[in-house]
């Protein structure tokens, strides 16, 4: 692969990633923005903005004429929020790179926020949220992160209230665009066969830079208000519904995530998991299980979930206590940890076959990892020799690392369980506070 990195003069960066074998091109614009950037009052506005920019702009008045223009030149396309950022990206022919910069910046610099599509699109969003709502696991899982961050940003769902989502009129959309959507807040991420840098930089020139310069924002700080550990709803369900979760503060070292990933692999990503063998395998308790970690600059969330049968809510949270104390006691053992290694290293591999993976690990880089957006970085992140020490720093990360650093994760930090039960479930408030207080005795 070859690597270029350079900026404009209004402060936008732009990588240039060309891997030896491509047949497209990736553009990739990504704004250092979302939900844990909003005040009261703004929640799900970075995701109602996101939405917006594809309802028309100056060159592009209508989303039919966006759709289309992008389906005549064969393009992919989508756009993202997240808690920390957001994304558009177009994937095109190379033969068609000039058409398609020019419809990424007019998305970025030109929508028009018309007042008729805000209201339309106020009540497309609502129904989303209420969709999500009305997903039994989207709702277990928002209850859980309500009682590990309370009122915080990071503890409600990206799409926002419905209150907020009432609310949001044209100025408060402007002003927040303008705000976070600026060149120094911003990167552009070009990969694909590049066969002249310079007249793709100059048409690069030529189409960002007029974006507004501004300043660039840092991650928000979280500071936790755990105050509950249990929350329980019933509802028109046939089966149960729980999360157990907890949050960290972040962690920015590449071994120790890579020792965590590993742990949850272990845990509960895998086919071949503990929560899987225990929970579904060998007692046919649930209908689903597994654990997912999720990782920000700024904390890091470890959840265990599980569909389980109607009946069997006592027992399979039983096994889930028992698995997790007899994880922290006896550690993971040689046979897991050397599947999960081998899982491990065929998923990041993959990653650099993928132009939209290869970005988004760009970024984790940048964003987690806290690495300076510089072309020496990039050859260092992306380059064949630093691929190489990745897959050896995951062979040479020892069992004893990768139990220490999962142990530490359970003992520094407090479960908390989010249950959705039938509604006619004599489960109680109290029978599930015992579970967590057994859990938090190590």
Do not use: W
């Not at 732009?14 to 990504?30: D, G, N, R």
């Not at 500071?223 to 369900?237: G, L, P, R």
């Not at 053992?333 to 081998?342: G, P, Q, V």
Request: charged letters at 30%.
């Amino acid at each position: 692969m070859n690597f270029d990195f350079l900026k404009l003069k209004n402060g936008l960066r732009v990588i240039f990633i060309q891997p030896e074998v491509a047949s497209t091109i990736l553009l990739f614009f990504i704004i250092k923005v979302g939900s844990d950037n909003e005040k009261k009052g703004e929640e799900g506005l970075a995701h109602f903005v996101e939405h917006m920019v594809f309802k028309g702009t100056k060159n592009f008045p209508e989303q039919k004429i966006i759709f289309k223009e992008l389906d005549k030149i064969g393009g992919k396309f989508n756009g993202a929020t997240s808690h920390q950022y957001t994304y558009y990206y177009i994937k095109t022919l190379e033969d068609y790179f000039s058409e398609s910069l020019f419809i990424l910046a007019d998305l970025i610099k030109n929508p028009l926020f018309r007042e008729e599509n805000i209201q339309e699109e106020k009540k497309i969003v609502i129904s989303e949220l209420k969709e999500k709502m009305d997903d039994p696991f989207e709702k277990v899982f928002l209850n859980c992160l309500e009682l590990l961050y309370h009122d915080l940003p990071q503890g409600r769902s990206i799409i926002g209230l419905e209150s907020s989502i009432k609310d949001f009129n044209r100025d408060k959309i402007v002003n927040f665009k303008n705000k976070f959507y600026n060149s120094k807040n911003s990167f552009l991420l070009v990969i694909g066969k590049l066969r002249n840098k310079q007249k793709i930089f100059k048409l690069i020139e030529k189409n960002f830079n007029d974006l507004i310069s501004g300043k660039e924002f840092d991650f928000p700080q979280v500071k936790s208000k755990q105050n509950d550990f249990v929350k329980i709803e019933k509802a028109k369900v046939n089966q149960n519904y729980l999360v157990l979760g907890l949050h960290s503060s972040p962690i920015n070292k590449l071994k120790k995530l890579i020792s965590l990933k590993l742990a949850n692999k272990i845990l509960g990503e895998m086919a071949y998991s503990r929560l899987f063998l225990s929970l579904r395998s060998d007692k046919n308790l649930c209908y689903s299980c597994g654990s997912e970690l999720d990782i920000f600059s700024n904390r890091l969330n470890l959840f265990i979930f599980a569909i389980v049968n109607k009946e069997k809510l006592r027992e399979s949270l039983e096994v889930l206590k028992d698995e997790i104390k007899k994880t922290i006691k006896d550690g993971f053992n040689s046979e897991e940890i050397f599947i999960a290694k081998n899982k491990f290293t065929f998923d990041t591999l993959t990653i650099f076959e993928d132009p939209i993976k290869l970005a988004n690990y760009y970024f984790f880089n940048l964003f987690i990892l806290g690495k300076k957006p510089s072309k020496n970085n990039l050859k260092k992140i992306l380059s064949k020799k630093r691929i190489e020490e990745f897959v050896n720093l995951v062979k040479k990360i020892k069992n004893d690392e990768i139990n220490s650093l999962f142990k530490e994760l359970i003992f520094r930090n407090k479960f908390c369980l989010s249950l959705l039960i039938p509604e006619d479930s004599n489960f109680s408030e109290k029978e599930a506070v015992k579970i967590i207080k057994e859990l938090l005795v190590k």
